[in-house]
């Protein structure tokens, strides 16, 4: 069973600009959930989706959104990038909703670096 | 606002040692709490997990001890291989409303050295 997949793996935008982000979930898992991974916040929450609907939204800005696809693909996007945007950001599917006992599997991140 | 407060920041420990880490929450509806191991270029993969009914939990090297009344728990690893270096987080699940969510420790770097 493949895994989670998050493309790209590396991106480099500048000050101003917006970026999209991607995640595949595993075959037949339903929830996707996005995390913002920094050195010194650790994985903070972004946002959840289930059936394409989002179920729970975690302390970001309204630059930071998301959506999901009837195959369950989901898109982050954030818009008007900031310094303070470079972070690994990080997609995890589960079968259920997430935070229920069912394990969250992670992808590999995007590594998304603001000049 | 941190809710799960994770020490030490970094570990070094000799091969055969036991590597221990600590969470604190304050959140005392938290009702599940994991254990991730993130090695570098991946992602976190779940570790092990507990739930606040038990006190302690063993899966091969790996055991979280739990303290209920004090909110605090821990990750020992027995018998620390060099293989067990990567960045471990702890994590303990929240509710609001039907929603709930996991929220993380900011980690620990844990070195084995030989």
């Known amino acids: 069973k493949a895994g989670v997949t998050q493309t790209p793996r590396y991106l480099i935008k500048t000050r101003g600009q917006q970026v999209t982000l991607s995640c595949s979930p595993i075959s037949g898992h339903r929830s996707v959930s996005w995390y913002q991974q920094t050195p010194g916040q650790g994985l903070q929450f972004l946002f959840e989706y289930f059936s394409e609907t989002q179920r729970n939204k975690g302390n970001f800005p309204g630059r930071f959104s998301g959506r999901q696809f009837s195959n369950s693909r989901s898109e982050m996007n954030v818009s008007t990038l900031e310094l303070g945007d470079s972070a690994l950001y990080l997609c995890?599917?589960?079968?259920?909703?997430?935070?229920?006992?069912?394990?969250?599997?992670f992808g590999p991140g995007t590594r998304l670096t603001v000049l | 606002q941190q809710q799960v407060k994770q020490s030490p920041q970094s570990l070094i420990v000799q091969k055969g040692g036991i590597s221990i880490i600590n969470c604190a929450y304050e959140n005392t509806a938290f009702d599940y709490f994991p254990w991730y191991q993130q090695f570098p270029g991946k992602g976190p993969a779940l570790l092990i997990a507990?739930?606040?009914?038990?006190s302690e939990k063993k899966e091969g090297r790996f055991t979280i001890s739990f303290n209920k009344s004090a909110k605090q728990f821990s990750l020992h690893i027995m018998d620390s291989q060099p293989g067990d270096s990567a960045t471990y987080f702890c994590a303990a699940r929240g509710h609001t409303g039907t929603a709930s969510k996991l929220t993380f420790g900011t980690g620990t770097r844990l070195q084995v050295t030989l």
């Open positions: 995890a599917s589960s079968s259920r909703l997430a935070g229920t006992n069912n394990e969250q599997f």
């Open positions: 507990i739930r606040p009914d038990v």
